[in-house]
């Protein structure tokens, strides 16, 4: 399920929308930051408020590059785990829901 719509800024930086649940989150940022080890490639914030972090990673079935992005707020009951992903449209990206994996049972 995408759930927001980015566009490459020419710094490398993300810049778009969250829409999700009937709400929109403008103006959220994934802002490039000095890691070190597995800290974070990206700070995410929306309207200038801190939302989560994201990764560079590389798809071991396609070799694409994408951002593992994790999204954290007081009011989320819990994180939210997606995937910033290149569209077929060059410079265009989707933000993908990670829809968490069923436990089996016991």
């Known amino acids: 399920m ?9 710094e490398g930086n993300f810049s778009g929308s969250i829409t999700a649940l009937g709400a929109i989150l ?3 940022t994934f802002e490039a ?8 490639n990206f ?3 929306a309207q200038g408020s801190d939302l989560g972090a994201a990764w ?9 590059g994408y951002l593992s992005v994790s999204l954290r707020s007081p ?8 995937a910033l ?3 077929d449209e060059a410079g265009k990206f989707a933000l993908v829901w990670n829809e968490p994996k069923a436990k089996a049972a016991a």
């Open 33 to 40: 930051v000095t890691a070190d080890g597995k800290a974070p």
């Open 75 to 82: 009011f989320l009951a819990q994180p939210v785990y997606s």
């Open 56 to 64: 560079n990673k590389t798809s071991e079935r396609t070799g694409k």
């Open 2 to 10: 995408i759930i927001g719509h980015f566009i490459k800024t020419k």
């Open 43 to 45: 700070q995410i914030t």
């Open 85 to 87: 992903i290149e569209t």
């Open 26 to 28: 403008p103006k959220v």
